[in-house]
């Protein structure tokens, strides 16, 4: 059955309005995933087919989009970003608001996508604070085989980390990659349903969507000079695959 939702979300960061507006208008890649910069007008075009119906540079930007491309369980979609100066414009205060109409499976659908909302937020902030808004080199996301659906999928992810269960937040980690290779990172989120990871140049989410009954996902923000997207993504699709012993 449809199904009217709202996720609000406010949070303040040490950046300023200019910068957020940049992060969610142009450089989304650094933060979620690569998106056209919307056309800045109000009726212009913007992500997903969506349509810009406010247009406030650095204050106010809201799309709406119906029959949302590529996401069949939804009917309509509508992102609504407010950001006020805080500290005399050295610091910004944003209000997220993602509303719409869910047409299936609507506690499922809304508990994953509140969730999903507050890791891309804690991404955007870490975007702004650890890597100043560059602009991503290299992005990446995908998902896991089949076999990474089940309920203790997730868990399986941290340990193949090297990660302990009770691994915390804030704790600086030599991570197991790809070939084993070691990583120094911070773990800058963690909970039963995402992890990230945090690199002197790249962000490395870890997605447990087996919670909603889909595959475990990875995506991976690479701002090294010279990355490459197809060999990150398929080092780490090996790794993801041998967690789960798929060839």
Not at 53 to 72: F, K, L, Q, S
Not at 127 to 148: H, I, K, Q
Not at 158 to 182: F, I, M, N, W, Y
Not at 226 to 232: L, S
Request: charged content about 25%; cysteine-free.
């Amino acid at each position: 059955m449809s199904k009217e939702f709202e996720i609000a979300r406010e949070f303040e960061v040490d950046a300023t309005p200019e910068q957020v507006w940049d992060a969610i208008t142009s450089n989304t890649g650094g933060w979620m995933w690569p998106s056209e910069p919307p056309e800045p007008r109000v009726g212009g075009k913007g992500a997903m087919g969506s349509t810009v119906t406010a247009w406030d540079p650095p204050h106010r930007y809201t799309n709406r989009a119906e029959d949302v491309e590529g996401i069949e369980e939804q009917s309509l979609n509508q992102l609504d970003y407010t950001i006020e100066p805080r500290e005399g414009g050295r610091r910004a205060w944003v209000r997220y608001v993602h509303s719409g109409i869910l047409v299936d499976d609507w506690d499922n659908q809304y508990d994953a996508a509140g969730r999903h909302t507050d890791f891309y937020l804690h991404t955007l902030r870490q975007y702004l604070t650890e890597f100043g808004g560059r602009p991503v080199v290299a992005f990446t996301t995908f998902d896991g085989p089949d076999t990474s659906k089940t309920a203790d999928a997730f868990v399986a992810v941290g340990r193949a980390l090297g990660l302990g269960d009770d691994t915390a937040e804030g704790t600086r980690v030599q991570a197991r990659g790809p070939e084993g290779r070691l990583l120094d990172a911070v773990v800058d989120f963690r909970n039963p349903y995402f992890l990230g990871l945090r690199t002197d140049d790249a962000m490395i989410r870890f997605f447990g969507r087996n919670h909603w009954g889909y595959p475990v996902g990875i995506s991976v923000h690479d701002f090294a000079p010279g990355a490459d997207a197809k060999a990150v993504e398929a080092a780490w699709q090996d790794w993801l695959n041998g967690v789960f012993s798929q060839s």
